[in-house]
């Protein structure tokens, strides 16, 4: 098979920026979180219920993931310790998942060594440059957020469902 080169239109060269982007941090959380026994995709729960309690789903919506694949990581961070449901005040249907001692303990040790891997990144890039694309990149997302709620119903060629991604962002 024959490659076709970088895109030429500047949103798929883009996306496929972001997709290389997304998988070398991946790799470098796992890095970073597997000799205490945890992963990014550990991380990516146990950062965002460090922040605020969340229910599955919501935590599924904001990371772009199936709440299936969410669901099962919160059931054995619950059955390790690290996590707890708790009663939502907000729906009584759904669950809130919070974290335990122990998974405060475990995410404050995980932030200590992506701390120590920040500062080292940090010594090899701009700060000022790294603050405007992370401001570009979250101008960005909203573009992408508000065309998706404007178009929920309508579905792209060859689209099965309509898009399982949610709009709410919990670090604005």
Not at 64 to 88: F, P
């Amino acid at each position: 098979m024959e490659s076709t080169g970088i895109p030429a239109d500047p949103l798929s060269r883009f996306s496929l920026s972001i997709f290389r982007l997304n998988g070398l941090l991946m790799w470098n959380g796992d890095r970073i979180t597997g000799s205490i026994g945890q992963s990014s995709a550990r991380w990516q729960v146990l950062g965002r219920v460090g922040y605020q309690p969340q229910t599955v789903a919501q935590m599924a919506r904001d990371m772009g993931h199936a709440r299936q694949s969410v669901q099962r990581l919160a059931d054995i961070l619950a059955k390790e310790g690290l996590v707890v449901y708790k009663d939502n005040p907000a729906d009584q249907r759904t669950r809130l998942l919070e974290l335990t001692p122990q998974g405060t303990e475990i995410l404050a040790e995980i932030y200590a060594r992506s701390e120590e891997w920040s500062r080292h990144m940090m010594t090899k890039l701009d700060a000022m440059q790294l603050a405007r694309v992370s401001d570009a990149l979250e101008q960005i997302a909203h573009i992408l957020e508000t065309v998706e709620k404007q178009n929920s119903p309508t579905k792209i060629k060859g689209e099965k469902k309509e898009s399982p991604h949610g709009t709410h962002n919990p670090y604005q």
